[in-house]
Nanobody, 126 residues
C-alpha cells in the first residue's frame, strides 16, 4: 500500500528557512510526479509546487516562486521542499502528494493526485 510521510515542519521566525521532506513507500516512485500543497485554517488547499517524474522540471505557485525549491531523490524515494524567506502567510499544514498524471496543468489540481501524506504543520511567526 502506498504511503507518503512528511517531516520537517515546525515553528520558525519570519525570514527563516525550513526544509520539508516526504518519504514514499509502496509505489514505484520514479513513475510518479510529486506535488506539495498547503492548507491554512478556513482556506482551500493551495498548490505550492510540483516536480515531474519525466523531465524533472519543477513548477511553483505564484506566492512561493523564488523562495521555495522542490527537489527529488529517486534513489531514496524522497521529495523535498526547501522554504526560504518564510512569511507569516506561509503558515499552514503542508502536504505532499503523488500523481501518475502530468498533462497540461493537471499538477495544479489536488484532485489529480493519487496519494497524499498526512501533512506537517509549518508555523511562521512575525
Amino acid at each position: 500500500q502506498a504511503q507518503l510521510v512528511e517531516s520537517g515542519g515546525g515553528l520558525v521566525q519570519a525570514g527563516g528557512s525550513l526544509r520539508l521532506s516526504c518519504a514514499a513507500s509502496g509505489l514505484t516512485f520514479t513513475t510518479y510526479s510529486m506535488g506539495w500543497f498547503r492548507q491554512a485554517p478556513g482556506k482551500e488547499r493551495e498548490f505550492v509546487g510540483a516536480i515531474s517524474w519525466t523531465s524533472g522540471n519543477a513548477y511553483y505557485g505564484d506566492s512561493v516562486k523564488g523562495r521555495f525549491t522542490i527537489s527529488r531523490d529517486d534513489a531514496k524515494n524522497t521529495v523535498s521542499l526547501q522554504m526560504n524567506s518564510l512569511k507569516p502567510e506561509d503558515t499552514a499544514v503542508y502536504y505532499c502528494a503523488a500523481t501518475t498524471l502530468w498533462t497540461s496543468r493537471s499538477f495544479l489540481n489536488p484532485r489529480e493526485y493519487n496519494y497524499w501524506g498526512q501533512g506537517t504543520q509549518v508555523t511562521v511567526s512575525s
